[in-house]
């Protein structure tokens, strides 16, 4: 059984910095694919980034790329969004997701197996 757990959401001005965790409990956390979705108020779920089970590919949408990164932490189970030069737009509620499925990382934008509950990032201007 997965569980991801997500943490490091909040409350921060626009142009400042966050970094999401994420907390990976199961089995064989490095044969996963390890993504990041958000969720704005009255909007569909969508894409944020992506990492492969090995690191070697990341994929972000466009809206993010250059602002923000994807990293995992094989030793600690854990995968972290950075996320840096935030705007108001940013603000959603951010899933965490995971697959074991092996997919071209663009694959995964489409969705994945698992996921967290969310936190919350609201972003000022």
């Known amino acids: 059984q997965v569980q991801l757990v997500e943490s490091g959401g909040g409350l921060v001005q626009a142009g400042g910095s966050l970094q999401l965790s994420c907390a990976f409990s199961?089995?064989?956390?490095?044969?996963?694919?390890l993504g990041w979705f958000r969720q704005a108020s009255g909007k569909e779920r969508e894409f944020v980034a992506a990492?492969?089970?090995?690191?070697?590919?990341?994929h972000y949408a466009e809206s993010v790329k250059g602002r923000f990164t994807i990293v995992r932490d094989d030793a600690k189970n854990t995968v972290y969004l950075q996320m840096d030069s935030l705007k108001p737009e940013d603000t959603a509620v951010y899933y965490c997701?995971?697959?074991?499925?092996?997919?071209?990382?663009?694959?995964?934008?489409?969705?994945?197996?698992?996921w967290g509950k969310g936190t919350l990032v609201t972003v000022s201007s």
């Open positions: 997701a995971a697959d074991n499925s092996d997919y071209d990382v663009s694959h995964y934008s489409n969705g994945m197996n698992y």
């Open positions: 990492i492969t089970w090995n690191s070697d590919s990341t």
């Open positions: 199961g089995r064989a956390f490095r044969s996963y694919a």
